[in-house]
């Protein structure tokens, strides 16, 4: 059974650092992993889409790798700013076509 | 805007109700998945649509059910109402070929409060 854990829960930054967001899968065997964002009480974003063949994807000021071996990715966020204010989540698609989600991490950059 | 619409965005039901959500998928998107989300916590998979046919289910009873239309629109419907299915209820479609799934893009989401 696949399980996806973020770390931390919640994190707090001044603007402009540079920062990394954790996601951990059990099961290796995924088709794909994406990174989201969330504003509060909204839909989700979708940021990232890294696909099991690959080993990383970039977007502006986001770059997101996959370690299927070792069950980990990771999303760097380069120069965070208050809009970057918001949960960000990281799902893992499996077999039978079933995507996991993990708890979140939610991101606090202070102006 | 991701072009994927749900409707309704709120929703007020009782125990042992029933309910019937929307979700309009993004055009050229032939797959939609149904995600419930308490609040604090990531989404939880309900089950896949493709092609009209469930492909793909999470751990949720059977009272929770589903169709795709053949325009790819979908309906989640949920029997027999519990106060923990006050939630809000995400639809994603997706582009699926060949044994792989693309980007997943969501909906705002429909809101349901069951008291």
């Known amino acids: 059974k696949q399980e996806v854990t973020q770390i931390p829960a919640a994190l707090s930054v001044p603007e402009g650092e540079n920062l990394v967001l954790n996601c951990s899968f059990t099961d290796s065997a995924i088709y794909n992993l994406q990174w989201f964002r969330q504003d509060p009480g909204k839909g989700l974003t979708s940021l990232l889409l890294?696909?099991?063949?690959?080993r990383e994807q970039t977007s502006g000021r986001l770059n997101a790798s996959l370690d299927k071996s070792s069950g980990r990715s990771t999303l760097y966020i380069a120069a965070s700013q208050p809009g970057d204010s918001a949960t960000y989540l990281c799902a893992a698609s499996t077999g039978g076509f079933k995507t996991i989600f993990g708890a979140g991490t939610r991101l606090f950059v202070k102006a | 805007e991701t072009g994927v619409t749900q409707s309704p965005t709120h929703l007020i039901k009782t125990r042992g109700q029933q309910v019937t959500l929307r979700c309009s998928s993004q055009?050229?998107?032939?797959?939609v998945s149904w995600y419930q989300q308490a609040l604090g916590q990531g989404p939880q998979f309900i089950f896949q649509?493709?092609?009209?046919?469930?492909?793909g289910r999470g751990n949720f009873p059977p009272r929770f059910s589903g169709l795709q239309f053949p325009n790819y629109s979908s309906e989640l419907n949920v029997n027999a109402l519990e106060l923990d299915d006050s939630a809000l209820y995400l639809c994603?479609?997706?582009?699926?070929?060949?044994?792989?799934?693309?980007?997943?893009?969501f909906g705002p989401g429909t809101r349901l409060t069951v008291l």
């Open positions: 890294i696909q099991s063949s690959q």
């Open positions: 055009s050229g998107h032939n797959t």
């Open positions: 649509y493709y092609r009209e046919e469930e492909n």
């Open positions: 994603a479609s997706s582009k699926r070929d060949r044994g792989t799934t693309d980007t997943q893009y």
